[in-house]
T-cell receptor, first 115, second 110 residues
């Protein structure tokens, strides 16, 4: 199974809502990533988890809160977002973090719209 | 910090024609990845190159990493409508996470 799944596929939320994005992989990977991609731009790294611990936070605003409950699951909790946070949110996983030549498998993404 | 520059930014080719996309890095590449993305969807892994001079092929797509390890090319032979999409090159930043070029949008006309 070389699949990374993400739910929901689409999400529309107001600025006062609280919602969560979910990502799951069953490849035994120990590194998981959140990327944000705006239209016609490349993905930009938000967070990296390595062995269920947060290892990189790319100065992401606190209205985005990541969580890694176990080695297969990665969540992104959203609260009080702004319209400019509307984007495609991509999850990825790789065998480990910290070694080069580390292929990342990407999920299909969650299209988030903030009204 | 490392930057990846892709060229061309966009490309329209007639079905059956060959094409090449380039990716140039501001620093030495230690792992170069090629991904394909359909608009609004996830990234599909194509190939990973590690060593200078390395060349890999999959179906009609060939990627090469030059000897100096600062440039990679992606070549598609006899393009088909199924090749249309956005091609992204990515570099492994000190084993942390990937940075990406801005992408090349490929359209194939039949």
């Amino acid at each position: 199974d070389t699949e990374v799944t993400q739910t929901p596929k689409h999400l529309v939320m107001g600025m006062t809502n609280k919602k969560s994005l979910k990502c799951e992989q069953h490849m035994g990977h120990r590194a998981m990533y959140w990327y944000k991609q705006k239209a016609k731009k490349p993905p930009e790294l938000m967070f990296v988890y390595s062995y269920e611990k947060l290892s990189i936070n790319e100065s992401v605003p606190s209205r985005f809160s990541p969580e890694c409950p176990n080695s297969s699951l990665l969540n992104l909790h959203l609260h009080a977002l702004q319209p400019e946070d509307s984007a495609l949110y991509l999850c990825a996983s790789s065998q480990t973090q910290g070694s080069s030549y580390n292929e990342q498998f990407f999920g299909p993404g969650t299209r988030l719209t903030v009204l | 910090s490392q930057e990846l520059e892709q060229s061309p930014q966009s490309l329209i080719v007639q079905e059956g024609k060959n094409l090449t996309i380039n990716c140039t890095s501001s620093k030495t590449l230690y792992g170069l990845y090629w991904y394909k993305q359909k608009y609004g969807e996830g990234l599909i892994f194509l190939m990973m190159l590690q060593k200078g001079g390395e060349e890999k092929s999959h179906e009609k797509i060939t990627a090469k990493l030059d000897e100096k390890k600062q440039q990679s090319s992606l070549h598609i032979t006899a393009s088909q409508p199924s090749h249309a999409g956005i091609y992204l090159c990515g570099a492994d930043q000190a084993g942390t996470a990937l940075i990406f070029g801005k992408g090349t949008t490929l359209s194939v006309s039949s």
